[in-house]
């Protein structure tokens, strides 16, 4: 007999004996062994994919917020818009009032 022949009776041997025998202690814990490693590498197999997917859609909102850039980070930090600076001007209070009195004026106008 080959071992293959020699490892299916044995097989059928613990099959039909008690879960407790102690002459399959090794089938039983082969068994486990692959049943856990087979698992195991369903899992990491899922994780990779998952990974992978998420990986995707970041390089994808990297290059669509690549391609939406107006320019370069220097550049726009230099109009970037500062609360604290919102209000220097070198017009006088008055000439502030009117200005905004106008704008608002002229857009009363455009909507009617």
Known sequence: MDWFQRFVL??????????????CNELWGGLFLVVVCTVGLIVLRFIYRSYGSWRAEQRAVEELIESQRVAS???????????????ETDLSYEQMVEKIKGETSKRKDAYQ
Request: aromatic share 18%; charged share 20%.
């Open 10 to 23: 044995y097989t059928q041997h613990c099959m039909a004996q008690e879960f407790g025998f102690p002459d």
């Open 73 to 87: 980070p220097e550049v726009m930090r230099q109009f970037q818009w500062a609360a604290d600076k919102a209000m």
